[in-house]
């Protein structure tokens, strides 16, 4: 993709671009920028191209390398498409640029603000907000609490924000939206959108680990286990061990639909099931251990089952 200032500064002429456009070699994406016919195409075309026409002198690499900035980022409700967070219409394309510029364009919205280099990063090509920056723009914007609180789930989920900088981002704004702090209005939005706060730093490491991250973790988890196997006679304790059942079983039940949204349940089953096998059937040997505490491993084993998608399997005794 080209603008024609682009290719006129190369020696090209406007009555040479109308005719390759007339003979089918290249075609308009937009007013002024264009593409060589039969070049692959996806669903950032026209972004693609509103953001080349915005300082269409300058390539895309020399607007992306320049110290000061692209000229324009992505941001608001189309950040939030390109970054695939949540589920909202972007009927206007709407960037963001350092000085004041006009746009002929009645699809295009320009917002005049300097952003930071840590809040934009470039994705599909482009320069986009990052996910906590868009959260922050969109919550100035007044956003639909329950829009924004999937916009917040998918950067925490899909992106690993910490909550802790969702919440600063999301501060200045609090009251707007009838909440007494930020942590209050995180909490709601986040449970509301189906991923309460508790569950968000585990299913946020689930929703974006591969199948090899998961295989190496089994390894590292084989090893604790086993430190594990060899001291848990002596640290056995009824009433830890009853409590910590009561929280492990809690968090089960908020972890559960979580993961069934992640499409991670056969990916953690087969990479961590090897460093379970292997505790649970090594535990029994362990001098010491009674049948309560061999009932708490039976549960812990139904409830990884469960969090899996596998049937709960029988756990030796």
Not at 80 to 104: F, H, K, S
Request: glycine residues 6%; charged residues 25%; aromatic residues 6%.
């Amino acid at each position: 993709m080209f603008t024609a200032a682009q290719a006129c500064a190369l020696g090209a002429s406007r009555p040479q671009l109308h005719s390759l456009t007339e003979s089918g070699t290249i075609e308009r994406a937009l007013h002024g920028v264009y593409q060589l016919v039969g070049t692959p195409v996806d669903r950032w075309v026209p972004l693609r191209a509103a953001w080349m026409a915005v300082d269409p002198k300058r390539s895309t690499a020399e607007r992306l390398a320049d110290p000061d900035g692209p000229g324009a980022v992505v941001s608001y409700r189309s950040a939030a498409q390109l970054l695939n967070l949540g589920d909202v219409d972007a009927d206007l394309i709407e960037m963001t640029v350092p000085v004041r510029r006009e746009t002929r364009n009645p699809q295009v919205r320009l917002r005049r603000a300097q952003i930071e280099p840590l809040d934009w990063f470039v994705r599909e090509g482009l320069p986009v907000t990052t996910p906590a920056a868009t959260v922050e723009m969109l919550a100035h914007d007044m956003t639909d609490p329950d829009h924004l609180g999937a916009i917040i789930r998918d950067s925490v989920l899909r992106y690993d924000v910490d909550v802790d900088e969702i919440a600063s981002r999301l501060a200045p704004n609090v009251a707007r939206y009838g909440y007494r702090d930020a942590e209050a209005m995180l909490e709601q939005m986040l449970t509301t959108a189906g991923a309460p706060v508790p569950s968000v730093d585990l299913s946020a490491v689930l929703a974006g680990a591969d199948l090899e991250g998961l295989a190496a973790s089994s390894e590292r988890m084989r090893k604790v286990l086993e430190d594990l196997q060899r001291n848990v006679a002596a640290s056995y304790n009824r009433e830890v061990m009853a409590r910590y059942s009561q929280i492990f079983s809690q968090a089960i039940e908020q972890l559960q639909p979580v993961m069934a949204r992640s499409g991670m349940h056969e990916q953690m089953l087969k990479a961590l099931k090897p460093a379970m096998d292997q505790f649970y059937h090594s535990l029994p040997q362990v001098p010491g251990i009674d049948v309560e505490a061999r009932a708490r491993v039976a549960e812990a084993a139904q409830a990884l089952a469960y969090v899996s998608g596998s049937t709960p399997r029988k756990t030796p005794t």
